[in-house]
């Protein structure tokens, strides 16, 4: 066995261990055997953190938009350089294919990057006028302080992105905790960030990284110094960041779970249809809150359809990190493969495993692609989020059902319509209680556009112009002419 590595908190530029020393094992999902370690901070290494960010606030705050640009510009330039180290780290992390995770997510991540370096010099409030006689009011736009953020262990390093890019891009400090089960990309991307923030010589204290548990995550949010908590998680630990941060009102952002619904309709061309959904609902073993999971078929093409998906699903792959031809990997960690095969071991009588239903080999955490059908609205798999590569096919009869049933679930984040039918199609986006609507497609994602959703999906936008304001706070200036 190798020697295993020793991951560290980053703190004001400095790799250090938890003040009490106490550390979490890290886990291959591969093999289920410990890999790594790191720290599991309490309260002193939050402090810590919370003051580095607190004492760089207020230079970060003051800096021009050009040289925030210039800061993400060169993180992304050196992303960029070192791809493949990084994508080590993230497999390590996660198990996903190596070449989809160099190619799906490399790429995406320096976009986001240069797209918030150029959104950092468009911040703007309305022009300068006079709404009252010897009145003239300005609007200034400005960070809101230090951001306590907390990023998942579906994407680990893409996701640590999209929080501390628009954040520190509008001016704020970050302090960010990776989930407890992939640390090892988050800590890397600090080492990257930190060797730049010295070359430009700027405060080592705008980005800190600390490793822990759900405890460590809770004395962050619950800390007296960050004005804003931001989360990507599940719906419990959103619920949790809620409560904990209206103890002293602070601001939250929180994109949370999703049961994406996939409205098929009777003249969607079935082989098209079950291609992309089969894709963006196994991919990253459905590891995603967005992925094509809960699909609704029109009863006319339903048996065609879940035939043909049924089929397309037993041609996908699982596999280890460097197997070819494998478009996912395993789930995460022990207690995800626990929930997915609970769904499944629970399924009512009704309903027909047409595809997979069990884990894959001894050793891992792998699941096959699987199929389910038969099933009721009101059943537990399609009220609530599996998170696995599950796909269920339930029948409706007509437009008005297929709305009742995809708006029938607590989560409200992303959906897709596939249809020839041009008015159909924008009915139903217009209808359907979701934050995304994609047409004949599922899953594509563009910095340039927003990503959030509704109900107990939560709420705020990341990506986009709008996911950068998040990060803002309007201040209204009057002076007496």
């Not at 705008?206 to 931001?230: K, Q, W, Y």
């Amino acid at each position: 066995m190798s020697e295993l590595r020793t991951l560290r908190n980053y703190i004001n530029g400095e790799f250090v261990d938890a003040a009490d020393g106490r550390t979490l094992d890290i886990v291959d999902p591969t093999t289920g055997e410990v890999y790594a370690t790191s720290p599991l901070s309490g309260a002193s290494d939050v402090d810590a953190a919370m003051a580095a960010a607190a004492a760089a606030f207020p230079i970060w705050r003051d800096s021009t938009p050009s040289t925030r640009q210039k800061l993400l510009l060169k993180i992304a330039d050196a992303v960029e350089a070192r791809a493949d180290e990084i994508v080590d780290a993230e497999v390590r992390n996660t198990g996903k294919p190596r070449a989809l995770t160099l190619s799906e997510e490399i790429g995406p991540m320096v976009d986001q990057l240069r797209f918030f370096a150029g959104a950092a010099r468009l911040l703007e409030g309305k022009a300068a006028g006079e709404y009252m006689d010897g009145m003239t009011s300005i609007v200034r736009r400005e960070p809101v302080g230090v951001c306590a953020q907390v990023a998942p262990w579906n994407y680990p390093m893409m996701m640590a992105v999209w929080k501390f890019a628009p954040a520190i891009a509008a001016g704020n400090a970050v302090v960010l905790k990776p989930s407890d089960t992939t640390p090892a990309s988050t800590v890397l991307l600090a080492e990257i960030i930190g060797g730049v923030l010295k070359e430009m010589e700027l405060p080592a204290g705008i980005f800190n990284v600390i490793c822990g548990d759900r405890e460590t995550g809770r004395l962050m949010v619950e800390h007296r110094t960050p004005a804003m908590a931001s989360i990507t998680g599940s719906v419990r630990a959103g619920m949790q960041v809620a409560e904990s941060a209206a103890k002293d009102v602070k601001r939250v952002h929180l994109e949370l779970g999703g049961k994406a619904p996939v409205v098929v309709f009777q003249d969607a061309d079935i082989a098209e249809a079950v291609e992309g959904i089969s894709v963006a609902g196994y991919f990253n073993a459905g590891q995603d809150c967005t992925a094509a999971t809960r699909v609704l078929v029109h009863e006319s093409i339903h048996d065609a359809f879940v035939e043909a998906l049924a089929k397309a699903a037993k041609d996908i792959k699982t596999g280890g990190v460097d197997d070819e031809d494998v478009l996912y990997g395993p789930l995460n960690n022990a207690n995800q493969l626990k929930q997915v095969t609970g769904f499944i071991e629970r399924l009512p009588a009704h309903a027909k495993v047409e595809a997979g239903g069990h884990r894959v080999g001894e050793v891992g955490y792998f699941y096959a692609p699987t199929v389910v059908s038969g099933l009721k609205q009101d059943d537990e798999i399609i009220q609530n989020e599996v998170f696995g590569p599950v796909i269920t096919v339930q029948k409706f009869t007509d437009e008005e059902q297929a709305v009742d049933y995809a708006n029938g679930v607590e989560f409200a984040l992303a959906s897709s319509v596939w249809t020839k039918d041009h008015a159909r199609a924008m009915r139903m986006s217009r209808r359907l209680d979701f934050g995304a609507v994609w047409i004949n497609t599922h899953i594509p994602l563009v910095a340039e556009m927003p990503h959030g959703g509704f109900k107990k999906s939560g709420y705020g936008k990341d990506l986009s112009s709008y996911g950068f304001e998040d990060y803002t706070r309007i201040k209204h200036v009057m002076t007496a002419i």
